[in-house]
């Protein structure tokens, strides 16, 4: 079992940056690719950022890549978000989950079905 919860969302202006964390409870932390999805109203829940159980792989969407960083810490059951050059589009929930599979091979999955930990959500919001 593990537990997740965000933190860290807010608002800030388009060309800014904002980090949000992800806090996982449970002793398996380390076992599990961990995934960033948004979902902006309306819209499907779409996938951001993933990184491996190890943190050796990381993958992105195309719509971010470049200026978003995503990253563990396994000795904190923690997974981070850096997002720079924010745009009004990046607007949205923003959740963490953990993959279905410990120690997963490769390639990171980007569908939601294979994600079966989710957090709540933390809300960010880009103003023009």
């Known amino acids: 079992q593990v537990q997740l919860v965000e933190s860290g969302g807010g608002l800030v202006q388009a060309g800014g940056s904002l980090s949000i964390s992800c806090a996982a409870s449970g002793r398996t932390f380390s076992s599990y690719t961990m995934g960033w999805f948004r979902q902006a109203p309306g819209k499907e829940r779409e996938f951001v950022a993933g990184?491996?159980?190890?943190?050796?792989?990381?993958s992105y969407a195309d719509s971010v890549k470049g200026r978003f960083t995503i990253s563990r810490d396994n000795a904190k059951n923690t997974v981070y978000l850096q997002m720079n050059s924010l745009k009004p589009e990046d607007t949205a929930v923003y959740y963490c989950a953990a993959d279905r599979t410990p120690f997963r091979s490769q390639p990171i999955r980007r569908s939601i079905n294979e994600y079966n930990y989710w957090g709540q959500g933390t809300q960010v919001t880009v103003s023009s």
């Open positions: 990184i491996s159980w190890s943190g050796g792989r990381t």
